[in-house]
């Protein structure tokens, strides 16, 4: 149907709807926004609870400093040519009635927040929703420890990390002290082992830059896993290579070692043994959130969409699920696609020809993807990984790591100012600024958190209002 200017009236257009804003959602708006960029017959709305896609990879350099945080986070309106973005927290899906309810929050910080509900009709859906930090219900270690998955819990532990530092400077009990320059970092797939090269190298710098009433053989930088090894997704002799690597940049490895408790003054392991810490970092894997978990819809054991081969969830055509919150068997392997970003981005590209074709008429695609490589930083100048099964590490790997991830960053202006921020790291000292940009009310909640020593923490405070 037109109207009397003889458009398409947007009731008559197909309605693609794209849930969540990260590796995979973008890249389905991208590849989505290229080919109808001029199709008026095809509407496409993207909605996700931040306005921003970030950029996992680099993270863990925000936490430290290293790269400044607007760097690593690209608006999403920056992507939508025709396409409408949604700030808004995803509610309910009807798969029957073919409707999403999503929300906005009005007066949020009062103490009830008020969501104002919206309903958007698709025909063809798109799920990237990601994943949250798996707990395995310790709600103890949920509530005293710092995340790594959102640019707030980054700026978060970086602050914390500055005062531990503060702290331990000013400390006579020696307990206490050493208790403040011990920080610990749990899992040790991609995420924890970045955290913690990036953590060491912070905490380092910083003491033999500025803290010079701490001694630097103080300081204890611990990185605990359950499993018997670090990174099992690269090879076993490129894992070694990586335990020895961060060992000899004075990171203690403690493994086979799960976590059982923790307090906001020590953690202990399952086998009885207490560290005195008041930072730990918990990056111990991710989980599907509830709202994924509750959709009416086939679910793997952990939680994730079942889809089909062309990345369909089973009998709903037209609905998708990619990414971190799918859980797609890679045929090579037998085994799912890890959670990684490479996975979601290459799954982007089967998504969205399917809805091409869909759309225009043509062949579904399979997603066989077979992986190129993997490669991980693991602190100053140092990487590890696998590219085109060639093993490698050491300051090539991580050259290789820094050109790759790049090359991946959106657009122009964020590449240069990546780029200007490492080049200007390779001159000047760590910054130790530490902002403290909490109202009253809230730096009074960080003391509680804190315990019994006077440390502030925002991380709680920061995270849960991020
Ligand atoms: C610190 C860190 C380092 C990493 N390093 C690497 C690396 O080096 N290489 C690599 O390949 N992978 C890496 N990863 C993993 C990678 O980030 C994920 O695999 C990837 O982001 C998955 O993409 P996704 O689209 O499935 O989810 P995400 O990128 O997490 O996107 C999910 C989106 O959904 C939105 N959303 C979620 N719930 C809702 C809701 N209820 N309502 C509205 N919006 C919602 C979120 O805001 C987000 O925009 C790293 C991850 C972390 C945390």
């Not at 002290?177 to 910083?206: P, Y």
């Not at 952990?302 to 990414?323: K, P, Q, T, W």
Request: aromatic content about 8%.
């Amino acid at each position: 149907m037109k109207d009397s200017q003889g458009n398409i009236k947007v009731k008559d257009r197909r309605k693609i709807v794209i849930l969540g804003g990260g590796f995979g959602g973008i890249n389905v708006l991208r590849r989505l926004e290229s080919k109808f960029e001029n199709d008026f017959t095809v509407d496409v709305s993207i909605v996700s609870k931040d306005n921003f896609f970030l950029f996992t990879p680099m993270l863990p350099e925000v936490s430290s400093g290293m790269i400044e945080t607007r760097h690593i986070v690209t608006p999403i309106r920056a992507f939508c040519k025709r396409a409408r973005f949604y700030e808004a927290t995803i509610r309910s899906v009807d798969f029957q009635k073919r409707q999403i309810t999503i929300a906005n929050v009005i007066d949020s910080g009062n103490d009830q927040t008020k969501w104002h509900d919206h309903v958007l009709d698709y025909d063809h859906l798109v799920i990237s929703l990601g994943g949250e930090t798996n707990f395995f219900g310790m709600e103890d270690v949920k509530k005293y420890s710092h995340t790594m998955k959102s640019l707030g819990d980054a700026i978060v532990l970086r602050n914390h990390v500055i005062d531990m530092l503060e702290q331990a400077s000013i400390e006579q009990d020696v307990e206490l002290r050493k208790s403040l320059m011990t920080f610990v970092v749990v899992g040790a797939g991609f995420a924890g082992v970045e955290t913690v090269g990036e953590l060491n190298a912070l905490v380092r710098d910083a003491v033999r830059d500025f803290y010079h009433d701490i001694n630097i053989k103080d300081i204890r930088v611990i990185l605990v896993d359950a499993m018997d090894e670090i990174l099992p997704e690269v090879s076993n002799d490129l894992s070694k290579f990586a335990t020895q690597k961060l060992k000899e940049s004075g990171i203690e490895i403690i493994l086979k070692s799960p976590v059982s408790t923790a307090t906001p003054s020590n953690m202990k392991l399952k086998d009885g043994t207490t560290i005195g810490t008041h930072t730990l970092v918990w990056a111990g894997g991710v989980t599907p959130e509830k709202i994924v978990k509750e959709l009416q819809c086939e679910h793997d054991r952990g939680g994730r969409i079942s889809v089909n081969e062309f990345l369909e969830l089973n009998g709903m055509n037209g609905v998708y699920a990619l990414g971190d919150c799918a859980s797609i068997t890679d045929k090579h392997t037998g085994r799912p696609y890890p959670p990684t970003a490479q996975n979601a981005v290459e799954q982007a590209k089967v998504v969205a020809d399917n809805l091409i074709s869909a759309v225009r008429g043509g062949n579904k695609v399979n997603f066989n993807y077979k992986s190129r490589g993997i490669m991980a930083q693991i602190g100053k100048r140092k990487g590890v990984g696998i590219l085109f099964g060639i093993k490698t590490h050491g300051l090539l790997a991580w050259m290789i790591w820094r050109y790759y991830y790049l090359s991946h960053l959106p657009t122009f202006e964020k590449k240069l100012r990546v780029l200007a921020d490492w080049f200007i790291d390779l001159f000047f000292k760590p910054d130790i600024t530490r902002l403290k940009i909490f109202t009253e009310g809230q730096e009074a909640q960080t003391k509680t958190f804190s315990g019994d020593v006077n440390v502030s923490s925002e991380s709680k405070t920061k995270s849960e209002t991020t």
